[in-house]
């Protein structure tokens, strides 16, 4: 066995040296599929580590955003409802401040953003 496994590994260089050199065209196909193969398997993990992370935030629904108003460039109005209370926000690029706490009356309609400005002022 050990004189098997020696002349194995000595005729081994050999059949490498006889063996012929890939051409370009081979060696930029093997390369561009292993590129293919590395960018899929990041973006399955990619998928799935995101799928995983989101999964257990999503099951509460506590707080919606009703409608957004756009002020300026970086300053908007928000209308926001957190468990059945609503808030109207002003949002800038550095701070939220609360404007006004609408208390949603029980059976009544849900008014539209214009009308709840109008009344605000």
Known sequence: MPLLCLLFLTFFPAMAWAAEPPTMTSA????????LIVV???????????????????SGNAIKIIEMRPLQPKSTLALVEVRGREYLLGVSANSIHLLAELSAEPGKQPVDFPTLLAEQE
């Open 28 to 35: 930029l196909l093997r390369t561009a599929w292993a590129l």
């Open 40 to 58: 899929g398997l990041i973006l399955a993990l990619y998928g799935l580590s995101k799928k995983r992370l989101f999964l257990g935030k999503m």
